[in-house]
Each structure stands twice: as structure tokens, then as C-alpha cells.
């Protein structure tokens, strides 16, 4: 079982940057990928960005890319989403989640996340 905690959101004006952070726990990690995904308020919940195991490959919505980076220390089973250049319509809970598959570098929204946080909310004011 894997336990995954988010931390780091907060309300920031529109242009600024926020780093979100993400601690698993409970088992190793080997050889899982991980995902970013985000809900706003009234809409579903969307695929942000994926990483896999070693870092060196990742995925991202169009919507993002460029502005937001996904990386990951596997020493401290942590991964990250530094968001820059933020926007109002970036404003929602954003979640991680882990990826047992290994193949979220891949296939981006269409991996197998079976682990999920509880979210962090990240409010961008214009």
C-alpha cells in the first residue's frame, strides 16, 4: 500500500509560482510512474503532468506545458510540480497519484493510478 501526501498549495496572485510536493510512503517505489491531476470547482478532475521512474520522461497537458514542471527525487520518494507563470483557470485541488505500471510517461491521462492524495489547493487570484 502506498500512502501519498501533497503539500505546498496556497493562494498566489495570477503570474506568480507555487511548488507542490508529494511524500509516499508505505512501500517502495520502485518502478512506479506519477501523476499530477487537479479539480476545479464544479468540473472534473484533469490530468496535469506524469513522470516516470527514473525522471527522465515525462508527459503533460497542453494546457500546462511550458508553465509547469514535473519532476521527482526518488531518494526521498517525493515528486514535484513547480508551476510558474500561474493563471486563474489554474485554481483547483490538485492531487497526486501513483502509477504501479510504471507507464504514465507514456500514456499521460490514460495510466493506471491506483494511489491517490487527498489534494492541496492551489487558489491563482487575477
Known amino acids: 500500500q502506498v500512502q501519498l501526501v501533497e503539500s505546498g498549495g496556497g493562494l498566489v496572485q495570477a503570474g506568480g509560482s507555487l511548488r507542490l510536493s508529494c511524500a509516499a510512503s508505505?512501500?517502495?517505489?520502485?518502478?512506479?510512474?506519477l501523476g499530477w491531476f487537479r479539480q476545479a470547482p464544479g468540473k472534473a478532475r484533469e490530468f496535469v503532468a506524469a513522470?516516470?521512474?527514473?525522471?527522465?520522461?515525462?508527459y503533460y497537458a497542453n494546457s500546462v506545458k511550458g508553465r509547469f514542471t514535473i519532476s521527482r527525487d526518488n531518494a526521498k520518494n517525493t515528486v514535484y510540480l513547480q508551476m510558474n507563470s500561474l493563471k486563474p483557470e489554474d485554481t483547483a485541488v490538485y492531487y497526486c497519484?501513483?502509477?504501479?505500471?510504471?507507464?504514465?510517461?507514456?500514456?499521460?491521462?490514460?495510466?493506471?493510478?491506483?494511489?491517490w492524495g487527498q489534494g492541496t489547493q492551489v487558489t491563482v487570484s487575477s
Open positions: 497519484a501513483a502509477d504501479p505500471m510504471g507507464t504514465s510517461w507514456l500514456v499521460g491521462p490514460r495510466g493506471v493510478y491506483d494511489y
Open positions: 508505505g512501500r517502495t517505489f520502485s518502478g512506479y510512474g
Open positions: 513522470i516516470g521512474w527514473s525522471g527522465g520522461s515525462t
